[in-house]
């Protein structure tokens, strides 16, 4: 009898969820959260190397293995 209660509530959740997601797809800013999303994904990966090199630096260096919690 729970089961049953719990299985309804999840698919209308569901329901609801997909019916909220093609709301905003058709009424929301969809074109600039998707010419954001390009260029975030381009600039990361633009300076990836750049910021990994910085990183590598500092594991060479030992920077982060004397901290601690005082």
Do not use: C, H, P
Not at 38 to 57: L, P
């Amino acid at each position: 009898m729970v089961s049953k209660g719990v299985r309804r509530l999840s698919e209308w959740n569901m329901r609801l969820a997909v019916g909220y997601l093609i709301f905003m797809i058709v009424v929301g800013a969809t074109i600039f959260v998707f010419i954001s999303f390009v260029q975030i994904v381009g600039y990361s990966n633009g300076d990836f190397f750049e910021i990994r090199s910085r990183f590598s630096m500092l594991f060479a260096a030992k920077v982060f293995m004397n901290w601690s919690i005082q």
